[in-house]
């Protein structure tokens, strides 16, 4: 199976390289990348080796400029935290740290992880390594940018939509985010508490299950997090037996006819998708469509957005530049609270604060907030009902590959809001899911994505090895491994 | 409910958010086409008699935190990123009683 | 036209505990500012609440002793807004689904009971202190995060001296059950009241008045607010009364009004999603029940009517739970009621308030009490010396059983007595006459002589005995 971090280990062992080697050579390729991408809000001059002897010693990393990070700045990319240093660690980091890994930088990601195009940092654009003109996804944007360059083999992103997901898509990498409550959430800036989770960057199924065991487990310090002790994703992906698994898709998102224009990124996507079902029968996966209630598949995007803008209205609410955050002249306490969030939030977050205040306020409270709580739960509710018979669902990121970092030249239609949004479906049922890249649409990398059920997630990482290795991706960036 | 200029203002103050002309008429653009979503969710049939979901269904652990270990931060850190302080107090201009 | 006052009170209690409610620094107080606090209580980016099981079973303590039914599960709630004093930007609170709902108490007023319903009581993390100094306010966040215990009445109080009394019970009973040490001193306990006039039983127009931080000051909310609105119907300027919030100005004794119902905040709560939901065992329930103690309203029956105790006498030994309880331990150990009464509240509190110290740190034993019970019921030492050896006991801290050998070593052998008698009879011949002539009542000034000649240590029963046999 491959594995960057494997190979690094084994490089050390043998001596073919030092650490120190390997530091100044990712700090280098990371200078390139910053240039290239502006991936980092952050980057170190200089790391030191770690004496923990742990799981990771002396792999490199890159986190998500949302994980707080003791003496460190951390920004959430936006304007609000410009300035902010926090005085504790994530558990996330913490464990890293102890694990031996070398974190190298913060990556700039979508202001507070809202926001899907790595466009809206306080720091600028970041710009997909494949491709310049195109956006790198979001929000864990400088993450999947490091981790397609290479110059990292892993990084820690947080997705609350899709945010590790869509941009690893986009970046032809694999993007796994686990099941709710395995990865404690201390330490991360929330966006929406109930939906919000850490998740991954590799450029390997194994080096996702590897990072993934380092930093699961029961935290004491988030009541959300779960015991998952007998949880071995390594182990159990190395002794996999290879049983037939039998997978859905969606029939209402994979059918043409739906679309009333189908670009030819959409059909070439299908196609690959088609390749892919052919093949993964013969490897003893079988790939059939499913129906599910359509009103339900509308719904998704929406209540996405009035979950999330619900919550982040109250999680942004501890941004009043009292304790922390760039300060503003004012002549009472209000008025300085208001002049730094309003100087501090981009256009977009304030959009979005405003229809998360519109949909809680107390008259539309129960016609949307908990309407949409409803839903979560119908679809979840009917995803588990399909559990009951697949090990997984099984569909396409995105209509085609990254999108331009010019908006204008982006085709958009209410069409394809379903196929552009359903991967939320894993994080409003905290179901493990994971995307890996499977092949190229006009010269893009594109990713499917593998949904299972609560706590399968040594079975979803299983068949997402045994996909990935029947699709044999080759990451063009990337030539040294395996 | 009729959203208009005045409105969308009101709930940018009661965020504590100032908004700019061209912001308050991106709220108002994009209203619409959020609302027209939004209702998408109170068309699905019996929506009302479901449960609504507040959490993920994970089995969380119910053991709650013992009342016994005690975990403080120095004063330094509480004070270190505010922008004002006099002595061990953050400080801010003065609250106005309402 | 006779307007009659309707009265709801929230009574916001802080709890008892180590630790926070949602974060592990330490509930207490402190002169200084920001020492004990965690990154939770000052709401940094990132931070999680972690519920604290001991608040958890003393709201549920509360919820019991209220009589109120409690949930299948246990749900906490954001209620949002914006205060320098709210690091988070929204308070942990319950709103949709309380720990307590719908309970009722009898409480203890003037000649019987009166029954108080309650709307529900609820767990909840209270703000930062802010002190406004010059041009700026200074905020300490050794409160937030404190545990608080929010109480909501119906409207059920006509009266002041209903809702004082009420509010006087529900503190004892949170100190005797352990749940706060509900001192008011502190800033312990504030209250919301909720005040309406009306002739009939259609409640009329409700205003609060918020953030009241004394019964006493409770008392004047509600004297003023009657008055204010009371002064507006009569002028017929009824509808100037408004649902609207204000707040006691303690300079002038008055209310000033806050905001009116329009301008009322949208809290927009909404369930904490960081608190999974807890099923409540009703194992727990029941264990938390045993925990609970003979409340003072039942403890105040018994010394009444059981032991023939006052009111008043009932009331001081009720004051406090340790109090009630050593007297308690008194009765457990067979000394009767009334003598164990006025030993407690004589020289026993009398010693402790003059020492400035509590029950909790006298150390006597009863058996020592016990002891010189005895030797004065059976007359080896009279009331006075009893009360004499108490106090050398006390301040000396010397054994009873020395000080009855020694300093109050009685003279009971009869030979001994019999001289004295005989000396005293012998010069007082006069007194002997009368005596005999029928003057019987003189039978006390011999008593008195023998005592005097003896300095109060001739064993008084015998000296009775060898008396009346030499006066025959």
């Given at each position: 199976?491959?594995?960057?971090?494997?190979?690094?280990?084994?490089?050390?062992?043998?001596?073919?390289?030092?650490?120190?080697?390997?530091?100044?050579?990712?700090?280098?390729?990371?200078?390139?990348?910053?240039?290239?991408?502006?991936?980092?809000v952050t980057l170190f001059d200089h790391v030191e080796e770690s004496s923990q002897r742990g799981d990771l010693q002396n792999v490199v990393y890159a986190l998500k400029d949302n994980f707080s990070t003791k003496g460190i700045l951390t920004t959430a990319?936006?304007?609000?935290?410009?300035?902010?240093?926090?005085?504790?660690?994530?558990?996330?980091?913490?464990?890293?740290?102890?694990?031996?890994?070398?974190?190298?930088?913060?990556?700039?990601?979508?202001?507070?992880?809202?926001?899907?195009?790595?466009?809206?940092?306080?720091?600028?654009?970041?710009?997909?390594?494949?491709?310049?003109?195109?956006?790198?996804?979001?929000?864990?944007?400088?993450?999947?940018?490091?981790?397609?360059?290479?110059?990292?083999?892993?990084?820690?992103?947080?997705?609350?939509?899709?945010?590790?997901?869509?941009?690893?898509?986009?970046?032809?990498?694999?993007?796994?985010?686990?099941?709710?409550?395995?990865?404690?959430?201390?330490?991360?800036?929330?966006?929406?508490?109930?939906?919000?989770?850490?998740?991954?960057?590799?450029?390997?199924?194994?080096?996702?299950?590897?990072?993934?065991?380092?930093?699961?487990?029961?935290?004491?310090?988030?009541?959300?997090?779960?015991?998952?002790?007998?949880?071995?994703?390594?182990?159990?992906?190395?002794?996999?037996?290879?049983?037939?698994?039998?997978?859905?898709?969606?029939?209402?998102?994979?059918?043409?006819?739906?679309?009333?224009?189908?670009?030819?990124?959409?059909?070439?996507?299908?196609?690959?998708?088609?390749?892919?079902?052919?093949?993964?029968?013969?490897?003893?996966?079988?790939?059939?469509?499913?129906?599910?209630?359509?009103?339900?598949?509308?719904?998704?995007?929406?209540?996405?957005?009035?979950?999330?803008?619900?919550?982040?209205?109250?999680?942004?609410?501890?941004?009043?530049?009292?304790?922390?955050?760039?300060?503003?002249?004012?002549?009472?306490?209000?008025?300085?609270?208001?002049?730094?969030?309003?100087?501090?939030?981009?256009?977009?977050?304030?959009?979005?604060?405003?229809?998360?205040?519109?949909?809680?306020?107390?008259?539309?409270?129960?016609?949307?907030?908990?309407?949409?709580?409803?839903?979560?739960?119908?679809?979840?509710?009917?995803?588990?009902?399909?559990?009951?018979?697949?090990?997984?669902?099984?569909?396409?990121?995105?209509?085609?590959?990254?999108?331009?970092?010019?908006?204008?030249?982006?085709?958009?239609?209410?069409?394809?809001?379903?196929?552009?949004?359903?991967?939320?479906?894993?994080?409003?049922?905290?179901?493990?899911?994971?995307?890996?890249?499977?092949?190229?649409?006009?010269?893009?990398?594109?990713?499917?994505?593998?949904?299972?059920?609560?706590?399968?997630?040594?079975?979803?990482?299983?068949?997402?090895?045994?996909?990935?290795?029947?699709?044999?991706?080759?990451?063009?960036?990337?030539?040294?491994?395996? | 409910?009729?959203?208009?200029?005045?409105?969308?203002?009101?709930?940018?103050?009661?965020?504590?958010?100032?908004?700019?002309?061209?912001?308050?008429?991106?709220?108002?653009?994009?209203?619409?086409?959020?609302?027209?979503?939004?209702?998408?969710?109170?068309?699905?049939?019996?929506?009302?008699?479901?449960?609504?979901?507040?959490?993920?269904?994970?089995?969380?652990?119910?053991?709650?935190?013992?009342?016994?270990?005690?975990?403080?931060?120095?004063?330094?850190?509480?004070?270190?990123?505010?922008?004002?302080?006099?002595?061990?107090?953050?400080?801010?201009?003065?609250?106005?009683?309402? | 036209?006779?307007?009659?006052?309707?009265?709801?009170?929230?009574?916001?209690?802080?709890?008892?505990?180590?630790?926070?409610?949602?974060?592990?620094?330490?509930?207490?107080?402190?002169?200084?500012?920001?020492?004990?606090?965690?990154?939770?209580?000052?709401?940094?980016?990132?931070?999680?609440?972690?519920?604290?099981?001991?608040?958890?079973?003393?709201?549920?303590?509360?919820?019991?002793?209220?009589?109120?039914?409690?949930?299948?599960?246990?749900?906490?709630?954001?209620?949002?807004?914006?205060?320098?004093?709210?690091?988070?930007?929204?308070?942990?609170?319950?709103?949709?689904?309380?720990?307590?709902?719908?309970?009722?108490?009898?409480?203890?007023?003037?000649?019987?009971?009166?029954?108080?319903?309650?709307?529900?009581?609820?767990?909840?993390?209270?703000?930062?202190?802010?002190?406004?100094?010059?041009?700026?306010?200074?905020?300490?966040?050794?409160?937030?995060?404190?545990?608080?215990?929010?109480?909501?009445?119906?409207?059920?109080?006509?009266?002041?001296?209903?809702?004082?009394?009420?509010?006087?019970?529900?503190?004892?009973?949170?100190?005797?059950?352990?749940?706060?040490?509900?001192?008011?001193?502190?800033?312990?306990?504030?209250?919301?009241?909720?005040?309406?006039?009306?002739?009939?039983?259609?409640?009329?127009?409700?205003?609060?008045?918020?953030?009241?931080?004394?019964?006493a000051n409770v008392g004047a909310v509600i004297d003023s607010e009657i008055e204010r609105q009371l002064h507006l119907i009569t002028c017929g300027r009824a509808e100037e009364i408004e649902q609207e919030t204000r707040r006691f100005d303690e300079e002038?004794?008055?209310?000033?009004?806050?905001?009116?119902?329009?301008?009322?905040?949208?809290?927009?709560?909404?369930?904490?999603?960081?608190?999974?939901?807890?099923?409540?065992?009703?194992?727990?329930?029941?264990?938390?029940?045993?925990?609970?103690?003979?409340?003072?309203?039942?403890?105040?029956?018994?010394?009444?009517?059981?032991?023939?105790?006052?009111?008043?006498?009932?009331?001081?030994?009720?004051?406090?739970?340790?109090?009630?309880?050593?007297?308690?331990?008194?009765?457990?150990?067979?000394?009767?009621?009334?003598?164990?009464?006025?030993?407690?509240?004589?020289?026993?509190?009398?010693?402790?308030?003059?020492?400035?110290?509590?029950?909790?740190?006298?150390?006597?034993?009863?058996?020592?009490?016990?002891?010189?019970?005895?030797?004065?019921?059976?007359?080896?030492?009279?009331?006075?010396?009893?009360?004499?050896?108490?106090?050398?006991?006390?301040?000396?801290?010397?054994?009873?059983?020395?000080?009855?050998?020694?300093?109050?070593?009685?003279?009971?052998?009869?030979?001994?007595?019999?001289?004295?008698?005989?000396?005293?009879?012998?010069?007082?011949?006069?007194?002997?006459?009368?005596?005999?002539?029928?003057?019987?009542?003189?039978?006390?000034?011999?008593?008195?002589?023998?005592?005097?000649?003896?300095?109060?240590?001739?064993?008084?029963?015998?000296?009775?005995?060898?008396?009346?046999?030499?006066?025959?």
């Open positions: 199976m491959k594995s960057a971090i494997k190979k690094l280990q084994e490089d050390y062992a043998a001596h073919r390289v030092t650490p120190l080697q390997v530091f100044q050579d990712t700090l280098l390729k990371a200078r390139e990348n910053q240039e290239k991408c502006n991936s980092f990319s936006s304007n609000t935290l410009s300035n902010y240093v926090p005085v504790y660690d994530a558990t996330v980091y913490q464990k890293l740290k102890d694990a031996g890994a070398v974190l190298i930088g913060k990556t700039t990601m979508d202001e507070f992880g809202l926001g899907g195009t790595g466009l809206t940092a306080h720091t600028g654009y970041v710009f997909n390594p494949l491709d310049t003109t195109r956006q790198a996804g979001g929000s864990s944007a400088g993450s999947a940018c490091v981790v397609s360059s290479g110059v990292v083999p892993f990084a820690i992103g947080s997705d609350t939509g899709d945010s590790v997901r869509k941009p690893a898509a986009y970046c032809g990498i694999v993007g796994y985010k686990p099941t709710y409550g395995l990865i404690s959430r201390y330490g991360l800036f929330a966006f929406a508490s109930s939906m919000d989770h850490v998740g991954v960057l590799t450029r390997s199924v194994y080096d996702a299950a590897m990072v993934v065991d380092v930093i699961k487990g029961k935290d004491e310090k988030d009541m959300t997090s779960i015991d998952s002790s007998s949880m071995h994703l390594v182990e159990s992906l190395v002794h996999a037996n290879h049983q037939p698994k039998k997978l859905f898709y969606i029939k209402e998102i994979m059918d043409i006819t739906k679309y009333s224009k189908p670009s030819d990124e959409l059909k070439m996507t299908f196609s690959l998708f088609e390749q892919l079902t052919k093949k993964a029968k013969e490897k003893g996966i079988s790939i059939v469509g499913e129906s599910f209630d359509e009103d339900l598949l509308r719904a998704i995007a929406s209540t996405y957005t009035c979950l999330t803008c619900a919550e982040a209205t109250s999680n942004l609410s501890n941004l009043t530049s009292i304790l922390f955050g760039p300060q503003e002249e004012a002549n009472d306490v209000n008025e300085m609270m208001m002049a730094h969030r309003t100087k501090g939030f981009s256009s977009l977050i304030k959009r979005r604060l405003i229809i998360g205040s519109y949909v809680l306020q107390k008259e539309n409270q129960e016609k949307y907030f908990i309407n949409a709580q409803r839903v979560r739960r119908l679809i979840v509710e009917k995803m588990n009902a399909l559990f009951s018979k697949y090990d997984g669902l099984i569909l396409p990121c995105s209509e085609g590959g990254a999108k331009y970092i010019d908006e204008s030249k982006n085709h958009t239609s209410d069409d394809l809001r379903i196929l552009e949004n359903h991967m939320a479906i894993g994080n409003f049922g905290g179901f493990p899911s994971i995307t890996i890249p499977c092949g190229f649409v006009k010269g893009l990398p594109v990713g499917i994505n593998i949904t299972g059920k609560v706590l399968d997630d040594c079975n979803v990482l299983e068949i997402a090895a045994r996909l990935e290795e029947m699709i044999a991706y080759q990451n063009p960036l990337v030539k040294e491994e395996m | 409910m009729n959203f208009t200029k005045e409105l969308v203002d009101d709930f940018a103050l009661k965020l504590l958010i100032g908004l700019r002309e061209e912001e308050n008429q991106m709220v108002l653009d994009e209203f619409e086409e959020i609302e027209h979503h939004m209702d998408l969710i109170c068309q699905i049939p019996n929506i009302s008699s479901v449960e609504p979901m507040t959490h993920p269904p994970v089995l969380f652990d119910e053991t709650l935190r013992e009342d016994d270990f005690v975990e403080e931060m120095p004063v330094e850190d509480v004070l270190c990123n505010a922008a004002h302080k006099n002595l061990s107090s953050v400080i801010v201009p003065k609250v106005v009683k309402e | 036209m006779n307007y009659i006052p309707t009265i709801g009170i929230e009574m916001h209690c802080e709890m008892k505990s180590h630790t926070k409610v949602f974060s592990r620094a330490r509930n207490t107080y402190s002169e200084e500012a920001n020492i004990h606090v965690s990154p939770v209580d000052i709401g940094l980016p990132g931070i999680l609440p972690v519920l604290n099981k001991e608040c958890v079973r003393k709201a549920i303590k509360a919820a019991c002793i209220l009589n109120c039914t409690i949930p299948k599960y246990l749900y906490f709630d954001r209620k949002n807004y914006y205060y320098p004093d709210l690091p988070k930007g929204y308070q942990i609170t319950q709103s949709h689904d309380p720990i307590g709902q719908n309970g009722k108490i009898l409480v203890p007023f003037q000649d019987g009971d009166f029954e108080v319903l309650i709307h529900d009581i609820h767990l909840e993390e209270d703000s930062a202190q802010l002190e406004h100094i010059g041009r700026y306010s200074y905020i300490n966040y050794n409160r937030s995060g404190v545990p608080l215990l929010e109480l909501v009445t119906e409207p059920c109080f006509h009266s002041k001296e209903e809702v004082i009394a009420f509010l006087e019970y529900i503190r004892r009973v949170y100190q005797y059950a352990d749940i706060s040490l509900a001192d008011a001193t502190k800033g312990q306990i504030r209250c919301d009241v909720n005040i309406s006039l009306s002739k009939d039983d259609t409640l009329g127009t409700k205003v609060e008045v918020k953030n009241v931080n004394s019964f002038s004794g008055e209310t000033k009004r806050m905001r009116s119902k329009a301008d009322a905040i949208d809290y927009k709560y909404f369930v904490e999603p960081n608190i999974p939901k807890i099923r409540i065992d009703e194992k727990m329930i029941d264990e938390i029940k045993k925990e609970i103690p003979v409340l003072p309203r039942e403890r105040f029956l018994k010394y009444t009517k059981d032991y023939g105790l006052t009111k008043v006498d009932a009331q001081t030994i009720l004051k406090e739970k340790a109090i009630s309880d050593y007297f308690d331990s008194w009765i457990d150990a067979g000394i009767e009621p009334l003598e164990a009464c006025n030993w407690i509240i004589g020289p026993i509190l009398g010693y402790l308030n003059k020492e400035g110290m509590k029950i909790s740190d006298f150390e006597f034993s009863i058996a020592d009490f016990q002891f010189v019970l005895e030797k004065l019921h059976d007359g080896t030492i009279s009331s006075k010396q009893a009360k004499e050896i108490v106090g050398k006991m006390l301040t000396e801290h010397a054994s009873p059983k020395d000080l009855i050998t020694h300093d109050f070593a009685q003279i009971s052998d009869e030979e001994v007595l019999n001289q004295i008698i005989s000396e005293i009879i012998e010069r007082s011949s006069e007194q002997l006459e009368a005596y005999k002539n029928g003057r019987t009542n003189l039978f006390s000034y011999f008593v008195g002589q023998v005592m005097k000649e003896t300095g109060g240590k001739a064993n008084p029963i015998k000296t009775r005995d060898l008396l009346e046999k030499k006066l025959k």
